[in-house]
């Protein structure tokens, strides 16, 4: 059962290249998630939505790969937690569970820029690792010299603009708050959300996974710079999308 998912897994993303296949394994293995056939079929029904929903889900494992591959700065248990959560992400989407995709990405958004700031701030990060201190979301966005400021972020590329970075990072962690905080309309038992496809609700799930995935690349170009490697296009294409 689990390779036959896998398989499908594999042809819903489109993925022919087999170091993509690979990598889709290794997420595969890490994550120890599960799809569901019925969701696949329902969005089968719709060859377009098929295709839109296919070249997303590769979008996303190629920005993951990217991430992975370009954190090596970074301490490598987070790194593997934030790979972690945007495959569950990507995963419990495709599965229709769609409330738990966003927190998932709300997650790897989290950790993900607490990262750069444990990397900078060591004490910071042995007060979380030792001693319980929660990850503040404000503390991260909104003071004056947090790791969403210009103010760090010109440390590392001194004429770079950052606009678009920080307020796509805050509507993003807002939007999929929305879902985190339980509120009424977002519950996973009101208009029967649960194990059922939803098309709106599919495309702005994997879109969230994909928009945080990509703001925690653009913020590694920003503090680590771009590489001669095979993923320099895709960051030299993030520097443009988000204007920096």
Not at 51 to 72: C, M, P, W, Y
Request: include cysteine; charge should be negative; proline fraction near 0%.
């Amino acid at each position: 059962l689990q390779n036959q998912i896998y398989n499908i897994t594999g042809i819903i993303l489109g993925l022919k290249n087999k170091e993509d296949m690979e990598f889709l394994k290794e997420l595969s293995n890490l994550s120890g998630m599960f799809v569901l056939k019925e969701v696949y079929d329902k969005m089968s029904e719709n060859l377009n939505i098929t295709l839109h929903t296919s070249h997303e889900l590769a979008n996303i494992v190629a920005q993951v790969g990217a991430f992975k591959d370009r954190t090596n700065e970074l301490n490598s248990e987070i790194v593997d937690e934030i790979v972690y959560d945007l495959f569950v992400a990507l995963q419990l989407s495709v599965s229709g569970l769609y409330r738990h995709s966003f927190i998932s990405s709300r997650c790897a958004l989290e950790l993900g820029v607490a990262s750069l700031k444990f990397k900078d701030n060591n004490f910071s990060y042995l007060l979380w690792k030792q001693k319980g201190k929660d990850i503040v979301w404000s503390e991260l966005s909104k003071d004056e010299f947090c790791v969403l400021s210009s103010n760090y972020l010109e440390l590392f590329l001194p004429k770079g603009n950052f606009t678009k970075v920080i307020e796509m990072a805050k509507i993003s962690y807002r939007e999929c708050s929305e879902y985190v905080h339980g509120k009424y309309s977002y519950l996973t038992n009101i208009n029967d959300l649960k194990f059922s496809y939803d098309l709106n609700l599919s495309h702005n799930s994997i879109e969230s996974c994909l928009n945080v995935v990509k703001l925690l690349n653009i913020l590694v170009y920003i503090r680590f710079g771009n590489k001669s490697d095979k993923h320099h296009e895709l960051f030299e294409k993030l520097k443009k999308e988000f204007e920096v």
